[in-house]
């Protein structure tokens, strides 16, 4: 049986494309789809009908069709630059960043349903949970919040002001501005991984909302994943002096 498993990356300067596909195993470039160029942590594949992420220099949000190649299918343009973009694993909503406040879109309508305003500054980071109920924020002001997605439409239809709607959770053990997020699998189960300019990768436990473990490196982080079976953790530094490094350790707590 021949896998069909596909890579998406985007081009930040815009000269080659916007996104290309590319076949995970032969490393083959399949397609690519036009534009300008693309802000890093927005790219969203939707229910593997659609892509879409956010223009780098520009409050715009494009659209593409898979079933229409190289193919602009829509432009959607925003009230400022989107910082972080992410879509529900149903693709009934859209979550985004600009500056240090949470966009919540309906996917279907377009229907702006909330602004979340609990972070001090730019916010760096947007995932969902594998099961669409809960998404988690990190921002440049060093704090990570979970926010349950039922309680936030529920509450901002009962209500005319956003403002006053809270996090289900915050954690605020990283000492400098978190540079990305990991979501593991498990829905509420799940365990929340963190990097952060402070040189450390935090683990959480979401249904406790406690702190498993703290790895410390010794250089500041920019990036984490893990693999399926969620022993190996792969982190990036932002080392310039050297391309950016990617670690690789098994944990174990």
């Known amino acids: 049986m021949t896998s069909n498993e596909v890579i998406y990356s985007c081009e930040q300067s815009g000269q080659l ?3 290309c596909m590319w ?7 399949l397609y690519t789809l036009k534009g300008e ?4 942590k927005t790219l ?4 593997n009908s659609y892509i879409m992420n956010a223009m780098y220099d520009k409050p715009l949000i494009y659209v593409w069709s898979m079933n229409k190649k190289e193919q602009v299918l829509l432009k959607i343009v925003t009230v400022g630059k989107i910082g972080c973009l992410c879509v529900s694993p149903d693709g009934n909503y859209c979550i985004a960043s600009i500056e240090n406040k949470i966009y919540v879109w309906q996917m279907t309508t377009g229907d702006l349903l909330s602004v979340l305003t609990q972070h001090y500054q730019d916010i760096s980071a947007l995932k969902f949970t594998d099961d669409g109920n809960f998404f988690i924020s990190g921002g440049m002001d060093n704090i990570i919040s979970v926010w349950k997605l039922a309680q936030v439409i529920t509450e901002s239809a009962e209500s005319n002001s956003t403002s006053s709607i809270k996090a289900w959770h915050t954690w605020s053990n990283h000492s400098l501005p978190i540079s990305d997020i990991f979501v593991g699998s498990g829905g509420m189960m799940s365990r929340i991984f963190s990097v ?3 040189q450390t990768c935090r683990i959480w436990e979401l249904r406790s909302k ?7 490196f010794d250089q500041s982080l ?3 994943i893990l693999d399926n079976s969620e022993d190996h953790l792969f982190v990036g530094t932002t080392a310039t002096h050297l391309s950016s490094r990617i670690i690789q350790q098994k944990y174990e707590y």
């Open 17 to 19: 494309w916007n996104t």
């Open 23 to 29: 076949d995970l195993n032969s490393g083959t470039q």
């Open 37 to 40: 160029a693309a802000a890093p």
């Open 44 to 47: 969203c594949n939707v229910k």
């Open 196 to 198: 952060s300019l402070d």
């Open 210 to 216: 406690t702190l498993l473990c703290t790895l410390f």
């Open 222 to 224: 920019s990036a984490v």
